[in-house]
Structures are given as C-alpha cells and as structure tokens.
Nanobody
Framework: QVQLVESGGGLVQAGGSLSVSCVAS????????MGWFRQAPGKEREFVAA????????YYADSVKGRFTISRDNAKNTTYLQMNILKLEDTAVYYC????????????????????WGQGTQVTVSS
C-alpha cells in the first residue's frame, strides 16, 4: 500500500505557471507508475498526465500537451506536475494517482484503474 500527499496548489493568473508535488510513503515508490488527474466543479475526474516507474515514458491529455510536464524523483519518492501557460479551464482539484506496475497504454489511465489516490490540491486560475 502507498499513501500519497499532494502540495503546491494555489491561485495563479492566466498565463502563469504553477507546480504541484506528490510525496509517496509506504511501499517502494519505484513500483508504481504515477499520474495526475483533475476534477473541476460539476465535471468528472479526468486524466492529465502519467509517467512510467523509471520516468522514461510519459503520457499527456491533449488539453495539456505542450504546457504541462510530469516528472518524478524516485530517490525522493516524489512526482511533480509543472504547469505552464495556465488557462482558466485548468482550474480544478488536482489528484495524484498511483498504479502498481508498468505504465500501460494511455487508454489504461482512467479513474477506475487507479489503485491509490491523494487527497487533492486546489489549483485556481484567475483572469
């Protein structure tokens, strides 16, 4: 089992940047492919990005491709999401997610397949 704790959310103006982090504790961090999802008010939780256990492969939702970067530091048990050129529609609660084993396919990254969730961190983009 693994516990996930996000941090780094906040308020930022449109066009700005923000980074969120997720620290894992429990089982070996490198056993998990890691991801980020987000949920805006009144909407379903949606996939944002994912990264393989050793960081060599990443996936992104089309809506964030070229603006967001996911990374991980296995020595620090931490995964990061760097968000640039933020838009109003990026406003959401951002959740860290973990799945045991390989990264799989992009289509595998749906909420139902996530084994562990963080508590979420709010990101608000203002005009």
């Amino acid at each position: 089992q693994v516990q996930l704790v996000e941090s780094g959310g906040g308020l930022v103006q449109a066009g700005g940047s923000l980074s969120v982090s997720c620290v894992a504790s429990g089982r070996t961090f490198s056993s998990y492919a890691m991801g980020w999802f987000r949920q805006a008010p009144g909407k379903e939780r949606e996939f944002v990005a994912a990264i393989a256990r050793r960081g060599g492969i990443t996936y992104y939702a089309d809506s964030v491709k070229g603006r967001f970067t996911i990374s991980r530091d296995n020595a620090k048990n931490t995964t990061y999401l760097q968000m640039n050129i933020l838009k109003l529609e990026d406003t959401a609660v951002y959740y860290c997610a973990a799945r045991t084993g390989t990264l799989g396919y992009l289509t595998d990254w749906i909420s139902a397949n996530v084994e562990y969730w963080g508590q979420g961190t709010q990101v608000t983009v203002s005009s």
